[in-house]
Protein backbone atom coordinates (compact mmCIF):
# COMPACT_ATOMS: atom_id res chain seq x y z
CA UNK A 1 0.00 0.00 0.00
CA UNK A 2 1.16 3.49 -0.98
CA UNK A 3 0.15 6.05 1.48
CA UNK A 4 1.59 9.13 -0.29
CA UNK A 5 4.34 10.01 -2.57
CA UNK A 6 6.76 12.74 -3.02
CA UNK A 7 8.82 12.59 -0.26
CA UNK A 8 12.61 12.61 -0.43
CA UNK A 9 14.01 9.57 1.45
CA UNK A 10 11.44 9.30 4.29
CA UNK A 11 12.19 7.71 7.85
CA UNK A 12 10.97 8.07 11.51
CA UNK A 13 6.81 7.82 10.80
CA UNK A 14 4.93 9.66 13.62
CA UNK A 15 1.70 8.38 14.00
CA UNK A 16 -0.01 11.62 15.80
CA UNK A 17 -3.66 11.46 17.88
CA UNK A 18 -5.70 12.96 15.02
CA UNK A 19 -4.71 10.06 12.43
CA UNK A 20 -1.49 12.27 10.80
CA UNK A 21 1.40 11.54 10.33
CA UNK A 22 5.10 13.02 11.06
CA UNK A 23 7.88 12.04 9.39
CA UNK A 24 11.58 12.92 8.20
CA UNK A 25 12.88 13.55 5.34
CA UNK A 26 16.80 13.03 4.98
CA UNK A 27 17.53 13.72 1.24
CA UNK A 28 19.78 16.45 0.37
CA UNK A 29 17.40 18.57 -0.99
CA UNK A 30 14.81 18.20 1.64
CA UNK A 31 16.04 18.11 5.20
CA UNK A 32 13.30 18.92 6.85
CA UNK A 33 10.45 17.14 9.16
CA UNK A 34 6.98 17.04 7.17
CA UNK A 35 3.14 16.94 8.63
CA UNK A 36 0.99 14.63 6.17
CA UNK A 37 -2.51 14.87 6.49
CA UNK A 38 -4.79 11.56 7.67
CA UNK A 39 -5.34 10.67 4.13
CA UNK A 40 -2.14 11.08 2.94
CA UNK A 41 -3.29 13.70 0.11
CA UNK A 42 -1.46 17.19 2.08
CA UNK A 43 1.81 17.54 3.06
CA UNK A 44 3.47 20.62 4.28
CA UNK A 45 6.94 21.04 5.61
CA UNK A 46 6.78 21.80 9.31
CA UNK A 47 10.81 22.75 9.86
CA UNK A 48 13.85 22.21 8.07
CA UNK A 49 16.35 20.35 10.19
CA UNK A 50 19.49 19.59 7.87
CA UNK A 51 19.65 15.76 7.23
CA UNK A 52 17.42 14.52 10.07
CA UNK A 53 17.41 10.64 10.54
CA UNK A 54 14.10 9.84 12.91
CA UNK A 55 11.68 11.11 15.44
CA UNK A 56 10.84 10.11 18.47
CA UNK A 57 8.65 11.03 21.46
CA UNK A 58 9.86 11.72 24.81
CA UNK A 59 8.44 10.69 28.64
CA UNK A 60 6.55 14.02 28.56
CA UNK A 61 5.24 13.52 24.88
CA UNK A 62 7.97 16.20 22.98
CA UNK A 63 9.21 15.48 19.67
CA UNK A 64 12.59 15.07 19.32
CA UNK A 65 14.63 14.62 15.98
CA UNK A 66 17.27 12.64 16.40
CA UNK A 67 19.97 12.35 14.06
CA UNK A 68 23.09 9.30 13.47
CA UNK A 69 25.91 11.65 14.78
CA UNK A 70 23.79 11.41 18.55
CA UNK A 71 22.81 14.93 17.91
CA UNK A 72 18.73 15.73 18.87
CA UNK A 73 16.49 18.95 18.57
CA UNK A 74 13.31 19.43 20.38
CA UNK A 75 11.14 20.51 17.49
Do not use: N, Y
Not at 9 to 15: L, M, R, T
Amino acid sequence: MIFTTGLSAPEGPVALPDGTWLVVEGGAERGCVTHISADGAAKRVIKKTGRPDGLALDSKGVMQQKRTTARSSTL
